[in-house]
């Protein structure tokens, strides 16, 4: 496993950028006033930490607070905190929907984890291959490097998912696609504001075509949302006769088949599709079209007909987009100018793609849906991404904070040994954790739960506070892999390339 920590390493790990040693991890010059001076030249702290928080958000779970919202909300529970007039209503509904991936259009906190992830692998490489670039590499050898990268991405995505009897040949989860896209994203790698910044139009405006004028829109489902014809008024849809209520109920159990077909249900088309145009359809669109040839051809046809979440394999070409705005910011980082420009240029260019990703939401132009990487939700997140990235960037880099982010550097720093172990260990630290600690190592303790949590001091019975139990094994999970980061970080122990 550990061999395969390092394999992962070689594409993640922003082995992204230099760790220690090296022309890039020289101080520079100290200054009192960050506007004056140029960009900070030795390695970053805000990508470590926006890696951190990335993965700490991912190992720990979410903090658990997706299943404790549901268990409040059906134990019709409410908490406050704090009294008086400082009490607070907690919403557990909202938290629900923050923590929880959208079933279809629209966007939450969880959301933007993939998002994040991808976008860090372009800023990360504007650093890797200048080292490697540095260190003698011609570009014949750098690109077979890339090339190697997103091999080892693919079948490493593969192998982490493969929890089964069998070999879950997937390729929709993060890695896998972050692998089909790698060396596509390498061949942009100093090619210039102007090329990258047309090769992310050209790209969502591919995605676009394809899936408006490619789509099938015959295909079963598709036109479920188009409840009645907009054409059809109350008085041509007045009276039918005996024959047309019979042929209206064989319509109706035939399009009941037909959902059931591609995964789908009435109800959940009745509260996701409406309004929504049929070629952004839930495994009826040109990407399950795609995966349907795809898996058909090796004999997966049954298993692969249809994907439980609606992902497809082809999101790796606007998600590409994404990745290529990080490559875009990681340049602007390694340019020899203030810090202030970078800052300015970060803002700007992401308020761009969040009011581009957005306005077409509005419009129903092209919805925002993260399950098959809509154009617009290429720009939308893609903007939500160098916002964040520009806001820790001033807090970390430019303002003397870099300490305060030191729990999500410890990690950032070894974020794929995180990852791996959040892949491969979480269950059996779980049972570990029970066996040595007993049952009761996942329950927050009436005594505690009395003075966190207003106005639960006497009538609340103790199995309320059972309620909170996914918050406990979430994050006594994650800091077991903090606590492993954190040794190798004491250490300098760096996974990287």
Partial sequence: MFCLSILESK????????????PMSQATSPTTNPANTPAKKGRLHSLDIYRGLIMISLAFGGFGLLQTSRNLQDADATTIIGQG???????????????????????GFWDMIQPSFMFMVGVSMAFSYAKRK??????????FHAFTRSVVLVFLGIFLISN???????LMNVLTQIGLGYTFLFLFWKRGFLIQSVGVVVLLLVTFSA???ASNVGVPGTAVAQAADADETESEAAVE???EAVDEAVDEQEQEMALKRIGLTQKWVDENLVDINPWWHKNANIGHQVDVWLFSSFGKTDRHYNSAGGYQTINFIPALATMLLGLICGDWLKLDRSSWIN?????????????????LHETNVCPLIKRIWTPSWALFSGGICIITLASLYLLFDMLPLSALGLPA??????????????????DWTKVNLVRHFGDKIFQLQPQIGYKLFSPYPIDSPPEFFNLYQPICEAVLVGLCFWVVCLLMYRRKLFVRV
């Fill in 164 to 170: 089964g009897a069998s070999t879950n040949w997937s």
């Fill in 211 to 213: 899936y408006r004028f």
């Fill in 343 to 359: 800052l300015l240029q970060f803002f700007a260019l992401g308020a761009v793609c969040i009011m581009a990703g957005y306005a």
């Fill in 85 to 107: 007039e400082y009490a607070t209503e907690i919403r557990w509904d909202v938290v629900e929907q923050q923590f929880s991936h959208v079933q279809w259009a629209g966007y």
């Fill in 11 to 22: 594409i993640l790990s922003t082995s992204f950028t230099p760790l220690y040693g090296g």
């Fill in 241 to 243: 006769t005996a024959d």
């Fill in 409 to 426: 550097t410890v990690v950032g720093t070894n974020s794929i040994v995180m990852y791996c172990m959040h892949m491969l260990l979480e």
């Fill in 134 to 143: 540095r260190r003698g590499d011609n570009y014949a050898e750098l690109l």
